[in-house]
């Protein structure tokens, strides 16, 4: 009687779907609004989980705990620092490029490009008015001026850092606790980090190789600022799926001011033949089998988390993806048909190991 009454009380399937979606769409609103705040913030986290295996294993050769941390501190800061330096350089020589073509004659050569292929006169000269350099000279300027704001983030994620790198110490004690209250979440968060650090191990060595490639290549064919576009290549390699147009957009724009349209399209050609056949046919491969997200999967991750965080939701979005997944799917048995909906289909090289 009571199993009845319970299931007489029980709320109608259709209300508690609306109930779920209406609490999803408030929490995704309320993220967003804390975009900056989570974005630094999982972005730190994410840095301690992939190199926290370093003081690990200085602490497992006898190395004091303090000097393993100050060590992992200092190899973070070194790695970021270096960054935002060829970031800033570049950017700046950058600038002073963009400066030189926008006083030369370069819109005026597109139009009478463009009337000899058999557009119209007026066409012509509309399009060359919207072509104006300039604008893309001030907008850099902008954005020089602009890295005095972005000096405050960077510090608020160093200071993240500073503090994670310390309690990450104490992880292993932490992580037994968590298992003995609630196993099944502590196993989750585990192939949390599991994957998670497979994820930035596959995607950094592609990276890695993209961007040496890109710049050798890029360098070759004389377009400037090679170091440059590499970094770019490298950091867009973190963008699933479409971070390939990001990192060609730029450097085939710069060629097509440097050398004409043979020069850009070399470059798009030179992108096509690395980073398509890297960053899209093989890699996704390799991030699939070690995260164990579809492809699908992951590309609605990425349009989802940079709708709610932004750019720092487009290179977070795999692990976000698999955060939200160990916390609302995995400890849940009721929910593993969630895991065979998105989850990747093993290859037959890994099913047999």
């Known amino acids: 009687m009571d199993i009845r009454g319970a299931r007489a009380r029980r709320l109608p399937r259709a209300l508690v779907l609306l109930g779920g979606a209406a609490a999803t769409v408030v929490v995704l609103a309320g993220c967003s609004a804390a975009a900056w705040l989570i974005g630094p913030l999982f972005l730190a986290i994410v840095i301690v989980i992939v190199i926290n295996p370093i003081p690990q294993w200085l602490r497992r050769h006898h190395v004091p705990s303090w000097l393993a941390t ?137 990276g890695l190789v993209v961007a040496v490639l890109d710049s050798v290549g890029l360098a070759a064919l004389g377009v400037s600022l090679p170091v440059l576009w590499g970094v770019l290549a490298f950091m867009t390699n973190y963008i699933p799926n479409i971070g390939f147009v990001l990192g060609v957009l730029p450097p085939a724009v710069l060629g097509l001011l440097q050398g004409g349209w043979r020069l850009g399209l070399a470059v798009v050609v030179l992108y096509g033949v690395l980073n398509f056949v890297v960053q899209s046919l093989i890699q996704p491969r390799f991030v699939g089998n070690a995260v164990g997200l579809s492809t699908t999967a992951t590309f609605v991750s990425l349009v989802l988390w940079s709708w709610i965080l932004g750019p720092p939701g487009a290179i977070l979005a795999v692990p976000l993806t698999l955060l939200a997944k160990a916390l609302l799917i995995d400890p849940d048995p009721r929910a593993t048909w969630v895991t065979a909906l998105v989850g990747s289909i093993p290859t037959t090289s890994t099913r047999t190991r």
């Open 70 to 206: 100050t060590l992992l501190v200092v190899l973070v800061y070194g790695v970021i620092a270096s960054l935002v330096v060829v970031l800033f350089v570049s950017v700046a020589q950058l600038a002073t490029l963009l400066s030189h073509y926008a006083d030369d004659d370069i819109v005026a050569r597109a139009a009478a490009q463009l009337r000899h292929w058999g557009v119209g006169a007026d066409q012509a000269r509309a399009v060359a008015g919207g072509l104006d350099l300039r604008h893309i000279v001030r907008y850099v300027g902008s954005v020089l001026g602009s890295i005095a704001g972005i000096g405050t983030s960077v510090v608020f994620l160093l200071s993240l850092l500073l503090f994670l790198s310390i309690d990450a110490a104490t992880a292993d004690v932490r992580r037994a606790g968590l298992i003995t209250g609630r196993p099944a979440l502590g196993d989750a968060l585990r192939t949390f980090v599991r994957g998670t650090r497979r994820y930035v191990l596959v995607t950094t060595v592609f």
